[in-house]
């Protein structure tokens, strides 16, 4: 340092071939940031690069971080982890240290390890003095996979970097990269086709290519193919190389190699056994042998390891073959001479190979000939001792013939039995061993003792130790009788232990409407002693009971008595007996009485409260109440008891109440509930509406009883105006609830009829119905529904109107017809000439009314000369004469008709005799 470096490089034959470059570059900084560049560095084209790097540097350790960083220049550079402390934010701190990596020993060398913090000799003459002493820094740091391969040479730069107040001052710096080329791995597997569940063998191939370098720590794992496993006995190997493990767990998916260093030059074979999935076939390696083809894509290689894999061709393992089986055969006991089997049961044990098939027959040349003469009921066959074949086919139709050998063996022939003994205490020692002639006499069985039935069956280890002296109570042993041929069944061995009698005072209470009562005593036997087996004895005094003489009671179970103490001997069978002292004790019972309750309701249900019948039941005190829908449950006094008494929903019915003194007597009370069902009047009314000021009649269907809104209490009310009416009834059980009707009160519509009442003969006139409001509907006595009607008859005509409320109006009007009015004129019996130079017309024969009006009118050439008012007109001149006849009505009828008359000028003929001519003058 301080202006000179010693930098020390060596070769050693065994090591890797590397590029190393080295920087010295004596700087101090201040400034915070320094950078080192090296130009032109060599670097592997491909994989992982490997690469050291280190540095010399002093004055570090000032309280402040300090940092080294590496990489490409140009690119983002990584930072470096101290490699005694790992931390990437102080690359100076007075220490010597080298990666694991960088250890010498594995390039042959000497072994070196450990960092170093102190010196000694320690240097002197710091510019800080001896807190300084230790100042000096030289550090290899691992720099592995920071630079991307590349083909050409690259530049790489060191920068240094102090985060404030820290005087640095580095020295050199150096790279080593390693560039051996990458050993080539390669893989055959043999043989390529095996069975369903045979073997074959990878066998992998890695060379060192290099001829100068070492090639160290080859790491691979080769992920088999999803249907190739390794084998069951891997016969896992390395060959060459040194050092190296390999990985192979039967069974598994996977083979990983490490460790393995290979010289320069130097080759390693790594093989394994290997299987396929069992049922995992693969005829060919057409379609999609996938699951069985390994290539270059199943090796994983971990990175900062160079290993080149691409050398390897793909390989598909061919698996064919028939199923694999083994004879084997099935045992059952039983106590006859056959038994029912299930074949699939020996399955597994005839063969393991997947996705087999198993088919059964009696012969073994149709198993071979695989034809239809098969067994059917293949899980429920029965049998006695003989041989089935089961013929075992694979998927792809290859099958093999095992035999299955049916055996029924006897079952031991067992009873039932016990052994009863007597303590002091609830357990006793049995020799269990002593009831096994009257459990089987089979020859040959062998017997084992058993606390549980399931332990038995299952004839595990759980036996009980010393079945000659065995410490229990009353219980039941299981004896599991088996005999050679594994045939067992099961016996229950009964342990009775017959204790001294356990007793003690007890006592018996009865209800009773006298001071005596009739006492079942034994009833208390079950307070008295829960020893199994005792017999009880009853006695008036304790030195009879004591005595066990004859002056028992002679009928302990209606035994009547007054309260007093009994005296009871409680003996078992064995004849031990204790005395016990039974009091019996008489209580009263509750005095009651029946009674009832009773509510109107409108339904067959009302909501009671049965609590207010209480005083009405007992007046006995101390007493409690329950109630009860059924007299069994009230009896029984249990707690099918009525939830809520006190608002209790029921039918008409009997209740049953069990009224119960302080000391448990009881007495059943009954209660009647009664629901009356409330009356329901109903109103009938002659009409829903009054009419024309009509009144209605309301009528109850009651003919008492009855009371009306308006006060009156008679089965009919009249009513005239319109309204709501309220009716109540009272039967002097119940009040109904009222019921009501409306009574609508329709107004008069003022009904009249308009139109002229006299009409003309041929003619018509019009009637009108006029009413008031709207709704209305018509009806003529015409049969016209239309509120307007038009006349041409006379007579009476009545409307009917009905009002939306259903009311009906009439009104009538009479219409009459003028008289007939008959225009007759006779024919002129004269035509007008020059001879007849005026005719009367003549229409007297007409008929008409007194008072009537005549007027002629001459067209067409007439001429009235006279009467043109009257019936007999006289005209001078041919025409047509028109006569009206007007009536003298208010109508005012008419009626016409005409007659022509005719006027001759053609002059007349004259015929004159023979004489003297004689003239006269003649108008034309």
């Known amino acids: 340092m301080g202006g000179w470096s010693i930098i020390v490089v060596y070769k050693n034959a065994n090591s890797k071939f590397r590029q190393i470059a080295i920087a010295d570059d004596w700087k101090a900084f201040p400034p915070a940031v320094v950078n080192t560049q090296i130009s032109g560095l060599k670097i592997p084209a491909s994989g992982s690069v490997k690469a050291v790097v280190g540095i010399t540097g002093t004055y570090g350790d000032r309280g402040y971080s300090d940092l080294l960083k590496f990489g490409k220049v140009g690119t983002t550079l990584t930072n470096l982890k101290d490699p005694m402390t790992g931390s990437t934010t102080d690359a100076l701190n007075s220490s010597i240290a080298w990666t694991a990596n960088n250890n010498i020993s594995s390039d042959g060398g000497p072994a070196i390890s450990g960092n170093y913090i102190a010196r000694n000799p320690i240097s002197a003459g710091h510019l800080y003095g001896v807190a300084e002493a230790y100042d000096f820094d030289a550090d290899i740091f691992d720099a592995t996979g920071i630079l991307s391969p590349s083909a050409t040479p690259v530049d790489i730069v060191f920068q240094q970097l102090s985060t404030g107040g820290d005087a640095l001052v580095s020295g050199s710096y150096f790279i080593s990269v390693d560039l051996a080329t990458a050993p080539k791995l390669t893989k055959i597997l043999s043989p390529y086709i095996i069975n369903d569940g045979g073997t074959a063998t990878y066998t992998w191939t890695i060379t060192n290519t290099e001829a100068d370098a070492i090639v160290q720590s080859i790491t691979f794992t080769d992920n088999l193919p999803s249907s190739i496993r390794v084998g069951a006995i891997p016969n896992s190997s390395i060959t060459g190389g040194t050092g190296g493990t390999i990985t192979a767990v039967a069974g598994s998916g996977a083979v990983t190699v490490s460790g393995l260093q290979l010289n320069p030059g130097q080759s390693a074979t790594i093989s394994v056994d290997v299987t396929n999935v069992l049922g995992h076939i693969n005829a060919s390696c057409t379609g999609n042998p996938s699951p069985f083809t390994n290539s270059s894509s199943n090796i994983t290689i971990p990175s900062g390891v160079s ?30 001479t056959s038994a029912t089997f299930d074949f699939t049961s020996a399955q597994a044990d005839i063969s393991t190979t997947p996705g087999v098939t198993f088919t059964y027959y009696i012969n073994q040349a149709d198993a071979i ?34 035999e299955l050998q049916l055996k029924v063996n006897t079952n031991p022939l067992v009873h039932n039995a016990s052994l009863t003994l007597c303590s002091d ?4 020692i049995f020799d269990l061993t002593s009831a096994q002639n009257n459990i089987s006499t089979t020859p040959g069985v062998t017997f084992k003792y058993y606390l549980t039935q399931a332990d038995a069956i299952a004839g595990n280890t759980n036996t009980i130790a010393s079945p000659a002296a065995y410490d229990s109570a009353s219980t039941t042993i299981y004896v599991r009788v088996q005999s050679q041929q594994a045939c067992f069944k099961i016996a229950e061995l009964q342990l009775t232990v017959n204790p001294n009698p356990t007793v003690q005072n007890a006592s018996l209470s009865l209800c009773s409407d006298s001071n005596t009562a009739t006492f079942n005593l034994t009833t208390a036997q079950i307070n008295i002693s829960t020893t199994p087996g005792v017999s009880f004895t009853y006695y008036i005094n304790q030195a009879d009971a004591i005595a066990g003489n004859t002056n028992t009671i002679a009928n302990p179970t209606t035994h009547n008595s007054a309260s007093t103490t009994i005296y009871v001997k409680v003996q078992s069978q064995q004849a031990c007996f204790k005395i016990a002292e039974l009091k019996l004790t008489v209580n009263p019972n509750p005095v009651i009485h029946n009674t009832s309750l009773s509510l109107c309701s409108d339904s067959t249900t009302a909501t009671f409260d049965l609590t207010t019948a209480q005083v009405n039941i007992s007046t006995t005190s101390g007493i409690s109440f329950d109630y009860y829908i059924n007299q069994t449950d009230a009896i029984a006094g249990n707690t099918n008891t009525i939830a809520n008494p006190a608002a209790h929903n029921s039918a008409s019915t009997s209740i049953y109440v069990r009224v119960e003194s302080q000391e448990g007597c009881f007495k059943i009370a009954e209660l009647q509930l009664t629901v009356n069902l409330k009356p329901v009047p109903v109103i009938t009314p002659s009409a829903t509406v009054i009419c024309n000021n009509i009144p209605v009649i309301l009528t109850s269907n009651f003919p008492t009883g009855n009371t009306w809104s308006t006060g009156e209490t008679t089965q009919t009310i009249t009513v005239t105006n319109g309204g709501t009416y309220t009716l109540t009834y009272n039967n002097g059980i119940c009040v109904s609830q009222p019921v009501s009707i409306t009574i609508a009160q329709d107004a008069n519509p003022n009904l009249h009829i308009t139109g002229k009442l006299i009409f003309c003969e041929g003619d018509s006139t019009i009637l009108t119905a006029n009413a008031n409001g709207t709704g209305n509907t018509y009806n003529w006595n015409t049969g016209s529904t239309a509120k307007i009607i038009t006349v041409t008859t006379p007579g009476l005509y009545t409307v009917t109107v009905t009002t939306p409320l259903g009311c009906q109006y009439q009104e009538s009007v009479t219409v009459n017809m003028d008289p007939t009015i008959i225009v007759k004129i006779a024919p002129p019996s004269q035509q007008i000439t020059c001879i007849v130079q005026q005719i009367t017309l003549d229409a007297t024969a007409s008929v008409y009314q007194t008072g009537a009006t005549f007027l002629w009118v001459a067209t067409a050439g007439g001429n009235i000369i006279s009467g043109a008012n009257t019936l007999n007109p006289v005209v001078d001149a041919g025409g047509v004469y028109n006569l009206t006849i007007t009536s003298a009505t208010q109508s005012g009828c008419v009626k016409q008709s005409s007659i022509t008359v005719i006027q001759n000028t053609t002059p007349p003929l004259f015929y004159l005799p023979p004489q003297q001519p004689q003239y006269a003058k003649v108008n034309p």
């Open 307 to 336: 290993l080149d894999a691409s050398g390897i061709v793909s390989q598909c393992l061919i698996v064919t073959g028939c199923p694999e089986v083994q004879n084997t055969s099935l045992s059952l006991c039983s106590d006859f």
């Open 369 to 402: 000939a695989g034809n239809t003469n098969t067994i059917v009921s293949t899980t429920a066959y029965t049998s006695g001792n003989t041989t089935i074949y089961a013929r075992v086919a694979s998927a792809q139709g290859c099958f093999s013939i095992a």
């Open 425 to 428: 205490s609830t357990t006793a």
